[in-house]
């Protein structure tokens, strides 16, 4: 009887150590995603905000310097791509180089051309576009589109 009392009392310690390292283990990676979402997100709109303060976007003689911000960017988020779109959702700049003079039109792209910042997470993708104001904040210039999964954080 004391030894089956002892195994019960053994086993819920187990599966209650278990089950709250799980908790936590899970808690603690939903805390580490939301700060490196933060990250990036303070990061792209630090870059939206040097972009239109330098006019890149309207510039043709300034691809040279926006492509050196978004490489600054990819160094830094090797995981995350980033693009630039001006303000008719042309791709100026793609940290993987292969969407350059497309067209990139969504809700994210939108609500970031109305001038509305957009963060989406699907699944364990986040979808992140900011837009690009003139210095003024009178108009939108173009929009900082960046998106990565949350599995490589």
Known sequence: MRFRLLACIVGIYIVSSVVLGQLVYHMWQSYWTNQKVTEI????????????????????????NLYHELQSFSRLYSYARIMILDDQAMVRQDSSQTKNGRYIVNDDVLMALSGKNSIVEDGDFVRLAVPITDVAGATVDGVVYVFFSTDTL
């Not at 976007?57 to 040279?64: K, L, R, V």
């Open 41 to 64: 997100s303070r990061y792209a709109n630090f870059l939206a905000s040097d972009i239109a303060i330098n006019q890149m976007i309207a510039a043709e003689d300034e691809s040279q």
